[in-house]
């Protein structure tokens, strides 16, 4: 009992609520996890993995070649992201799992798309041996190369960015270390059955911390771990903020607009464009607290 007033809260679990909601509008309606932890980590990994539609420049390096049998796949795929069309149905079927960790993302923040023609009754396009593996930030789309399947782990991969686009992956360098033997492409793939992240080193010595951001001994990507954390304690350093100060907040806030409160007081938290807001049941106010992502 704060001032008179009873507080009803919970906004961890308002929060979870909002992520189940989040999941299903992403299509993923039967995600049964052990705790509220892991919606998060899979609504986020779900967002890693999928390629917001939204209009890219496509960057071609001068090392790209392509199998004239694919060529016309690459022009369409390339034409759907230069308009910011959905390329869902060109990613891997284990984008349906929520839960799948995707290693060549999570190592090296790189997706591959297959280059069919025909759309299968399971909505995607028909599998092909050959990949066009790419890179992608919000206004750029970084072809790399049309490669084999399972070359997951060519190294040429990350030396086509650093060779073309190093200020892609500048925050990633190591400088003032001096490594001797680099990993085979083998090793790189036992690492990352292990769960174990690797350092990457160029051709010319230049060495990086994993591109992609690396994963848990989970298989989970770190930023998706650093994202859930990240909202999880604002969300709780929220909940003892209004425990703390919700008579000044009453105040100064509520009462002084002329809005009366009941001594039970509701409340609850809404998101809303990317906004965090702490909501009274009957929506008599709503406080805000900041962005929900940076």
């Known amino acids: ?32 996890v052990k705790n509220g932890d892991d919606y998060c980590f899979r ?26 049998e694919n060529i016309m796949a690459l022009g369409i795929i390339k034409d759907k992201i230069e308009r910011g069309l959905d390329i869902t149905p060109y990613l891997s079927k284990n984008i349906r799992k929520p839960d799948y960790h995707d290693e ?5 923040g790189i997706h591959h798309l297959h280059l069919g023609h025909e759309r299968e009754d399971s909505g995607f396009i028909e599998r092909t041996r050959n990949l066009l593996f790419v890179r992608f930030d919000e206004r750029h789309a970084y072809f790399l190369n049309v490669m084999p399947h399972g070359y997951w782990a060519k190294k040429e991969l990350v030396e086509i960015i650093h060779k073309n686009w190093p200020y892609l992956i500048k925050r990633f360098k190591i400088n003032n270390v001096q490594i001797e033997e680099d990993m085979s492409e083998e090793d790189v793939k036992k690492m990352r059955k292990a769960g174990a992240n690797t350092l990457f080193i160029t051709e010319d010595g230049t060495i990086y911390f994993p591109i992609g951001g690396g994963y ?33 907040i009453a105040r100064e806030k509520i009462l002084s607009k002329g ?7 509701i409340l609850n938290l809404k998101i809303e464009d990317n906004k965090m807001y702490v909501v009274e049941k009957d929506r008599k106010f709503a406080i805000n607290y900041g962005d929900y992502l940076g």
């Open 216 to 248: 848990a001994t989970s298989g989970i990507n770190m930023n998706v771990v650093r994202t859930c954390n990240y909202i999880k304690k604002r969300i709780e350093l929220i909940q003892k903020d209004v425990l703390d100060n919700f008579d000044n």
């Open 1 to 32: 009992m704060l001032g008179g007033y009873n507080l009803k809260i919970d906004l961890y679990s308002d929060w979870v609520e909002y992520l189940k909601i989040q999941l299903i509008h992403l299509g993923y309606d039967n995600c049964l």
């Open 104 to 108: 060549l993302l999570n190592d090296w």
């Open 259 to 265: 809005v009366s409160l009941n001594k039970t007081v």
């Open 43 to 68: 609504y986020f990994n779900a967002l890693l993995r999928l390629v917001d539609p939204v209009p890219r420049k496509v960057l071609i390096p001068t090392e790209f070649s392509c199998q004239e």
